[in-house]
C-alpha cells in the first residue's frame, strides 16, 4: 500500500546530541511537511518543501532544519536538541500545494535526556 | 491568518448517542476545512474536507460535518457512537491568501478528545 514511513517510530537523544529523523513516502507526493506536536497540543508546522523549494515557517527555531535528497525521502535535523524539543514530530505529503488532502505517517516521538 | 477554535477539549458519549464536536473558524476569504482524527501515539488520518462544494461534507466511519457561514462553524457529527471513534479529534484551517488561494499549511484547533462509554 502506498504510505507516508517514518522511522523511528521512537527516538530517545541526549541534551545537545544532533538527531535526524526521517520519513519516506510511496505516494510520490511533490509536498512534504514536518509537524511538531507537543504533549496535549495541537499540530504546528515547522517547514515544507514543494518539490525541491523549502519553506520555513517564520517561527521555527534555527536549531531545526530539513533535506529532501529526493522525491520519496525527507529528514529533519535538530542540531542541538533542548528539553523543549522533545515532542512527536509528524511528517505528512500531499500532491500539490493548496488545499490537497495531507496524509500524514505514523510519526516519532522524540525524547531529549 | 486564518484559525479554528475548537469548543470542549473533552467530550463524552455513551455507545449509540450522537456525536457532536464543535469547530468554529475565523477567515476573511472561503476557508478550507478539514477534520481529521488521531488515535493514541499514531498520525493524522482525514476524516473529511470541506473546499467550497456542498455545505455538507460526509466523510469515512460514518462521520459528517455542515459548513455554516452564517454561524462560521464547521462542526463534526455522527449519529451513533462506536467504541472504536474514541481518539483525539483535530479540526483544522488550510491557509489561504487574500486571493483564496491555499498554500498548504494547516492550523489546527487545541483538539477535541473523544471517550465513548458503553
Redesign the interface.
Known amino acids: 500500500d502506498a504510505m507516508?514511513i517514518?522511522n523511528p517510530r521512537y527516538q530517545v537523544t541526549q541534551f545537545g546530541k544532533p538527531v535526524t529523523l526521517s520519513c519516506s513516502q510511496t505516494l510520490n507526493h511533490n509536498?512534504m511537511?514536518w509537524y511538531q506536536q507537543k504533549s496535549?497540543?495541537?499540530?504546528?508546522?515547522l517547514f515544507?518543501y514543494?518539490d525541491k523549494d523549502f519553506n520555513n515557517?517564520a517561527d521555527t527555531p534555527d536549531n531545526f532544519q530539513s533535506r529532501r535528497p529526493n522525491t520519496s525521502f525527507c529528514f529533519l535535523d535538530i542540531r542541538s536538541p533542548g528539553l523543549g524539543d522533545a515532542a512527536?514530530y509528524?511528517c505528512?505529503t500531499?500532491r500539490r500545494?493548496?488545499?490537497?488532502?495531507?496524509?500524514?505517517?505514523?510519526?516519532t516521538?522524540l525524547t531529549v535526556l | 491568518a486564518q484559525s479554528v477554535t475548537q469548543l470542549g477539549s473533552h467530550v463524552s458519549v455513551s455507545e449509540g448517542a450522537l456525536v457532536l464536536l464543535r469547530c468554529n473558524y475565523s477567515s476573511s476569504v472561503p476557508p478550507?476545512l478539514f477534520w481529521?482524527v488521531q488515535y493514541p501515539?499514531?498520525?493524522?488520518?482525514?476524516l473529511l474536507?470541506y473546499?467550497s462544494a456542498a455545505t455538507l461534507v460526509k466523510g469515512i466511519n460514518g462521520f459528517e460535518a455542515e459548513f455554516k457561514k452564517s454561524e462560521t462553524s464547521f462542526h463534526l457529527t455522527k449519529p451513533s457512537a462506536h467504541m472504536s471513534d474514541a481518539a483525539e479529534y483535530?479540526c483544522a484551517v488550510?491557509e489561504t491568501n487574500a486571493g483564496g488561494?491555499?498554500?498548504?499549511?494547516?492550523?489546527?484547533?487545541?483538539?477535541t478528545i473523544l471517550t465513548v462509554h458503553p
Open positions: 507516508v517514518q509536498v511537511y496535549s497540543q495541537a499540530p504546528k508546522l515544507h514543494y515557517e512527536m509528524l505528512a500531499s500545494q493548496g488545499a490537497d488532502t495531507q496524509y500524514f505517517g505514523p510519526g516521538r | 478550507y481529521y501515539n499514531q498520525g493524522l488520518q482525514l474536507k473546499t483535530f488550510s488561494t491555499s498554500y498548504g499549511k494547516l492550523t489546527f484547533g487545541q483538539g
